[in-house]
């Protein structure tokens, strides 16, 4: 069965640091990866995705992360935040073929100024 | 993306009420939505996966006549929660599926007094 893992429950970061945000996934099929983020009491907003082709994936608001079959891994990176970034970060996984959704529990990002 | 729309956005019931939450799929039609539930500071919670024209399909643990779904088009499924008490109290999310990919609405918060 597929799971996800997030490394880190909480990431504090200054503005203007960059960030790295570490997903990690198990799953014996080929899989399709994803970030979404979600502000408070808002719902989930696709950041980017990863079906195939190119490891690195380029999303929306500046970020990207890199697939990395090896290491079961699809982290998310962007080089320099902002104060509006501050929100939860949540990975999740699909197993090729299916539509269900596995997701990760979770990362809170606070950039502080 | 795609634009996925919910209403309500918020509601107070009293306990042992029914309440109706719609998904609606703005911008394309979804044959497949799903409904998912977040308790507060966790991640997402798959209930059920909604398919136009036929019975939803529930997973493991979520009480089918207490949440019932119906997707009778293409661009509107519902949530029903029945005979609500307070512990139904939740943040509900659903998405629609496009291709490979879910986007999901701005969620639902009901509370039930």
């Known amino acids: 069965a597929q799971s996800v893992t997030q490394l880190d429950s909480q990431v504090p970061v200054f503005e203007e640091a960059p960030v790295e945000l570490r997903c990690n996934y198990s799953?014996?099929?080929?899989?399709?990866l994803f970030w979404y983020v979600q502000y408070p009491n808002q719902g989930l907003q696709l950041l980017l995705k990863?079906?195939?082709?190119?490891?690195l994936v380029k999303g929306i608001n500046g970020f990207e992360a890199e697939f990395n079959k090896s290491q079961t891994s699809f982290h998310l990176r962007k080089p320099s935040v902002h104060i509006s970034d501050t929100a939860e970060y949540f990975c999740?996984?699909?197993?090729?073929?299916?539509?269900?959704?596995?997701f990760g529990k979770g990362t809170k990002l606070t950039v502080n100024p | 993306g795609a634009v996925v729309s919910q209403h309500p956005s918020w509601v107070i019931c009293k306990s042992g009420t029914s309440v109706k939450i719609e998904c609606r799929s703005l911008?394309?039609?979804?044959?497949?939505m799903f409904w998912y539930r977040q308790f507060p500071k966790q991640s997402l919670m798959l209930m059920a996966t909604s398919n136009e024209g036929s019975k939803a399909t529930y997973e493991q643990g979520v009480e089918k006549d207490k949440f019932l779904i119906n997707h009778a088009s293409l661009t509107l499924s519902t949530l029903t929660v029945t005979s609500a008490h307070p512990e139904d109290s939740s943040f509900y999310i659903c998405?629609?599926?496009?291709?490979?990919?879910?986007?999901f609405g701005p969620g639902t918060r009901l509370l039930v007094l």
């Open positions: 998405s629609s599926d496009r291709g490979e990919t879910q986007y």
């Open positions: 990863y079906l195939s082709g190119s490891t």
């Open positions: 999740a996984v699909s197993e090729g073929g299916s539509e269900k959704l596995v």
């Open positions: 799953s014996s099929v080929s899989v399709y």
């Open positions: 911008d394309f039609q979804a044959t497949t």
